[in-house]
């Protein structure tokens, strides 16, 4: 799978807080680029490729991989926006990170190939795996596991976990209890910008 390698500061500066990503913060106000920011309006397209930007680098994910997203949640009764959220959100590596197992979405992204998951008793090495409710996340009982996601868990790289969510921070067990509300998403975007975005293309 192809994944963003490049400054991770820089597309925070030009996108705003994306806490998946990077828990750096940038000294510099002005966005990136030789000229920095611009006093031209931006248009309705910038805007939406903007939040759409925001979704894919927030949750790791390429242009296909987003577009399946979008199909899948099209063809779900309800908001599409919405839906689009929560199917991210309930990601396996995302809910790693929201446990706090995690600093970032990619440190969770490695845990999971790397083979220090297991869901429900079972190793799991897919990191789009789709979380549900009931599911029982955990650590291998193998020493480096324990160690390295104890490490992490000194230090989350957000403070609170969602309502949907438990966690056992001594034996590194971690539950899911429903499906993650709106307000409980960690990234400030408008998600019917997105929407809008693939339904014009």
Known sequence: MSRYRGPRLKVCRRLGNLP??????????SLPGEHGEQSRKPSEYSLRLEEKQKLRFNYGLNERQLLR???????VQGS??????????????????RFGMAPTIPAARQL??????QVNGNNVSI????CKPGDIIQIKKKNSSQILVKKYLDFPGLLSIPSHLEMD??????????????????IELNELLIVEYYSRK
């Open 20 to 29: 998946g990503l990077t828990r750096k913060k940038s000294k510099k106000q």
């Open 69 to 75: 997203y979008i199909k899948k949640a099209k063809k």
């Open 80 to 97: 599409t926006g919405l839906i689009i959220l929560q199917m991210l959100e309930m990601r396996l590596d995302n809910t790693i990170f």
């Open 112 to 117: 999971v190939n790397h083979n220090h998951i």
């Open 127 to 130: 990191c789009s795996y789709q």
């Open 169 to 186: 921070k001594d034996t590194l067990v971690g539950k899911v209890n429903g499906i993650v509300e709106r307000e409980w998403v960690a």
